[in-house]
């Protein structure tokens, strides 16, 4: 297989999934990543799981944050490079790598200055829990840099058609984590028993290889790496410009893990054993989700250039196609959650108090995988044509709506189910709100072209 895939010639199945299959692979690498720290750390007893997952909220939010240098870069050196305008595409990718840089340093700062009210926010009632919390949120937020390099960079190297890259550096970052994890969280020989700090650690130094291997391979790069020389002056209009793409879908991303982070807290009332339910379900539900966006980063390549190129009818048949697989994509992930909801949960935990809340968050999760599934292609087949802000829009107005949702619920006799379900709900409703708008955008693709240039119009 070749390492750069031409998205703008020949047949448009072999360009999709040439492109598309090494990111699921890499979603799915990533998955086992997580999972892989959840079975390890559920070892240690649902207290612990709710520790990694109330600081790994903050962890979730600063995917957002990195968003405002990843998407802006990654959309534009796209679309630059289907202009066939090579020097563009370096100047954006110079600009989304030194904004990650700067976003970087700034979060591992806060996060560091104010882990106590972080954690706070949550209202977790053991004070083992809370200690552990802050420790692994200071570990992984203090070196956030690596995993926003890593993302920004995965987003740079899918631009330019080259996905097996971003795979072959988690694959090798999956591996180390798979070896440190139940050396530094059971101190297993020379080493101390350190519990979440060492899911922390462990995650961390996977996180560094990743980085290692993604620069290795930007420096044999002919495309866009070799010519990024960081330490050169990007002029302030690409900033601007990738600012403005990018600032609405990092506003999604983060007001996506803020309300999240509120119905955690509405989780917590019902204890800390729900909070690890609704971490463990959320990790498991990474096998649709990820994948799911995966493909919609593929989307996002393959749409960004052949839209630059002005392949209007390429763009078209690349989404029904990509609409297709992804189906079928969903469709199996409902079917492993609710039918495999029990297996599933007890690997991570096998509290019997705790298993039956984990089987119903899967099961009704489950439910709406496959919308979900279509809603998260979709977003990347819009964010290709530089549309991130009705995306957003789209977004953040469906995802507002489960919080006032989970609160009815909850208060109809469901209880903590009424959660859950507020998910599986709104999941649904942007799915269908997704698919049919694009269908929209489609019927006018030729008008938006003609009126496209410089940062797109939203």
Not at 141 to 164: E, K
Not at 246 to 273: C, E, F, K, N
Not at 337 to 353: C, M, N, V
């Amino acid at each position: 297989m070749k390492r750069h895939i031409d998205l703008l010639h020949g047949r448009i199945l072999r360009s999709l999934t040439g492109l598309a299959l090494p990111i699921m692979a890499t979603s799915l690498v990533q998955t086992a990543y997580n999972l892989t720290d959840m079975a390890w750390i559920g070892r240690v007893g649902s207290a612990a799981v709710a520790a990694v997952g109330a600081a790994g909220m903050y962890t979730w939010l600063s995917s957002g944050i990195v968003t405002l240098a990843r998407m802006g870069g990654q959309i534009k050196v796209a679309h630059s490079l289907g202009e066939g305008e090579s020097r563009e595409a370096v100047e954006y990718g110079r600009g989304a790598v030194q904004m990650t840089i700067l976003l970087a340093l700034s979060f591992a700062l806060i996060v560091n200055l104010f882990a106590g009210r972080l954690i706070g926010f949550f209202g977790l009632t053991s004070e083992k829990i809370v200690g552990d919390a802050r420790i692994y949120l200071r570990i992984t937020g203090g070196l956030i840099l690596f995993s926003f390099l890593n993302q920004t960079m995965t987003g740079l190297f899918t631009a330019i058609g080259d996905s097996r890259t971003p795979f072959l550096a988690n694959a090798t970052g999956l591996v180390m984590n798979m070896v440190l994890d139940p050396l530094l969280i059971f101190g297993i020989g020379p080493f101390p028993r350190m519990e979440a700090a060492g899911a922390a650690a462990a995650t961390v130094t996977a996180q560094m290889t990743v980085t290692a291997v993604m620069m290795w391979r930007a420096s044999k790069d002919t495309i866009l790496f070799d010519k990024l020389y960081l330490w050169h002056r990007t002029d302030l209009r690409y900033f601007q410009v990738i600012l403005k793409l990018g600032v609405p879908s990092s506003l999604q991303s983060m007001l996506y893990s803020g309300i999240s982070m509120v119905l955690t807290r509405m989780v917590a009332t019902w204890g800390d054993a729900a909070v690890a339910v609704q971490r463990i379900g959320g990790q498991v539900e990474c096998i649709s989700w990820m994948t799911a966006e995966g493909f919609g980063s593929a989307m996002n390549a393959f749409t960004g250039q052949n839209y630059g190129a002005r392949l209007y009818e390429r763009v078209k048949k690349g989404y029904q196609t990509a609409l297709a697989i992804i189906g079928l994509w969903g469709t199996f992930t409902s079917c492993l959650l609710i039918f495999g909801a029990e297996a599933i949960f007890r690997i991570f935990i096998q509290e019997a108090e705790v298993v039956p809340l984990g089987i119903s968050y899967l099961v009704i999760l489950g439910i709406g995988q496959m919308p979900m599934c279509e809603e998260l292609l979709t977003v990347g087949a819009l964010q290709g044509l530089g549309k991130t802000l009705s995306c957003s829009v789209i977004t953040i107005v469906l995802t507002a709506a489960r919080l006032p949702l989970a609160v009815f619920l909850t208060g109809t006799g469901l209880g903590l189910d009424g959660i859950w379900w507020a998910l599986t709900a709104t999941s649904i409703a942007k799915g269908v709100v997704f698919v049919l708008y694009y269908f929209w955008v489609l019927k006018h693709l030729q008008a938006f072209g003609t009126g496209r240039r410089e940062g797109g119009k939203g």
